[in-house]
């Protein structure tokens, strides 16, 4: 009879939880470069409310606890989500559905800012040629003019970019403050054409002009994604920040824009990729998408809310 806990050995760069992982494993990560140990959505991995994670930290790369889509980590105040360095042990608890605690030898710092999502969209409804149609939650789309054709669509389930077309749409719901974050999960993409193609998660959209801030995905035919950060101030759009150009990366990749005070982030799988400052757009408390010209394109699983 087995009497401890079962080893799962990760010496890679990167980890998401398993169901195995629960209860009566500790899950080691051992490697000398920085180490990501992501907590699944309950939609793709359904742990039972109560279950217990394990893990250590066996090598000299940092092990970073990220959240996935829609996962909300718990930490006592004054402490990230690292662990403190070789040797530390933590545990993650599911407290509910999508919210964990994480506690341990963790490294301190600030707090971790626990968003809070007050829209969804999954886009699990019927077909509709003629637009983004109305959540789950019964908020609307609304196109966003000037910035685009309005093309865009539901089909099987996701939302569906029509070959060498563009649109921005807006939830047309205010969020509970100007400090907020959107994300979309970029999916893959369908057709043979020419050109790149590129998804935006917007922020602070006037509620009736075209002025908001985006952070764009692009990717970069054959081979690389770039990313970007704009805003568009009565249509016309201007590159703020340092775009970032690197290899493609594999899809499903949640692109996640966060704008608190006059600091924006864009976070590709939880990994920042670009930084800016910018003061011209305050106060608005609308999110939204968009989508560029390019190949045809599918996106699914939308949330913004407060930070």
Same mark, same amino acid.
């Given at each position: 009879?087995?009497?401890?806990?079962?080893?799962?050995?990760?010496?890679?760069?990167?980890?998401?939880?398993?169901?195995?992982? $629960?209860?009566?494993?500790?899950?080691?990560?051992?490697?000398?470069?920085?180490?990501?140990?992501?907590?699944?959505?309950? $939609?793709?991995?359904?742990?039972?409310?109560?279950?217990?994670?394990?893990?250590? &930290?066996?090598?000299?790369?940092?092990?970073?606890?990220?959240?996935?889509?829609?996962?909300?980590?718990?930490?006592?105040?004054?402490?990230?989500?690292?662990?403190?360095?070789?040797?530390?042990?933590?545990?993650?608890?599911?407290?509910?559905?999508?919210?964990?605690?994480?506690?341990?030898?963790?490294?301190?710092?600030?707090?971790?800012?626990?968003?809070?999502?007050?829209?969804?969209?999954?886009?699990?409804?019927?077909?509709?040629?003629?637009?983004?149609?109305?959540? !789950?939650?019964?908020?609307?789309?609304?196109?966003? !003019?000037?910035?685009?054709?309005?093309?865009?669509?539901?089909?099987?389930?996701?939302?569906?970019?029509?070959?060498?077309?563009?649109?921005?749409?807006?939830?047309?719901?205010?969020?509970?403050?100007?400090?907020?974050?959107?994300?979309? &999960?970029?999916?893959?993409?369908?057709?043979?054409?020419?050109?790149?193609?590129?998804?935006?998660?917007?922020?602070?959209?006037?509620?009736?002009?075209?002025?908001?801030?985006?952070?764009?995905?692009?990717?970069?035919?054959?081979?690389?994604?770039?990313?970007?950060?704009?805003?568009?101030?009565?249509?016309?759009?201007?590159?703020?920040?340092?775009?970032?150009?690197?290899?493609?990366?594999?899809?499903?990749?949640?692109?996640?824009?966060?704008?608190?005070?006059?600091?924006?982030?864009?976070?590709?799988?939880?990994?920042?990729?670009?930084?800016?400052?910018?003061?011209?757009?305050?106060?608005?408390?609308?999110?939204?998408?968009?989508?560029?010209?390019?190949?045809?394109?599918?996106?699914?699983?939308?949330?913004?809310?407060?930070?």
């Amino acid at each position: 009879m087995h009497h401890g806990l079962r080893p799962n050995q990760q010496a890679g760069t990167g980890y998401t939880l398993a169901l195995s992982d $629960a209860n009566e494993r500790m899950v080691e990560c051992d490697n000398a470069a920085p180490f990501t140990l992501t907590v699944p959505p309950n $939609a793709d991995v359904p742990f039972a409310d109560g279950d217990v994670v394990r893990l250590a &930290q066996l090598g000299d790369g940092q092990v970073t606890v990220s959240p996935g889509t829609g996962v909300t980590l718990i930490v006592n105040d004054g402490f990230n989500t690292n662990l403190l360095g070789k040797g530390s042990v933590a545990f993650l608890y599911k407290q509910a559905i999508d919210t964990w605690v994480l506690t341990g030898n963790l490294e301190a710092g600030s707090s971790v800012v626990v968003p809070t999502a007050e829209l969804t969209d999954d886009f699990n409804r019927p077909n509709d040629p003629a637009g983004l149609g109305t959540s !789950a939650d019964g908020w609307p789309w609304g196109v966003i !003019a000037g910035v685009g054709d309005g093309a865009g669509q539901v089909l099987l389930n996701q939302v569906w970019l029509p070959t060498n077309q563009s649109g921005f749409w807006r939830a047309e719901k205010d969020l509970t403050s100007a400090d907020m974050f959107s994300e979309i &999960q970029a999916i893959d993409y369908n057709g043979t054409g020419g050109g790149n193609r590129s998804v935006f998660v917007v922020c602070r959209i006037h509620p009736s002009e075209n002025t908001f801030y985006a952070g764009r995905h692009i990717w970069v035919r054959p081979d690389e994604d770039e990313y970007q950060l704009v805003k568009f101030v009565n249509g016309v759009q201007t590159p703020i920040g340092t775009a970032v150009l690197e290899p493609h990366a594999t899809y499903p990749t949640t692109v996640r824009l966060e704008v608190i005070g006059n600091q924006l982030t864009l976070k590709a799988d939880g990994v920042t990729k670009v930084t800016a400052t910018d003061n011209e757009i305050t106060g608005h408390v609308r999110a939204g998408i968009g989508f560029g010209g390019g190949l045809a394109f599918f996106a699914d699983n939308y949330q913004a809310g407060v930070l």
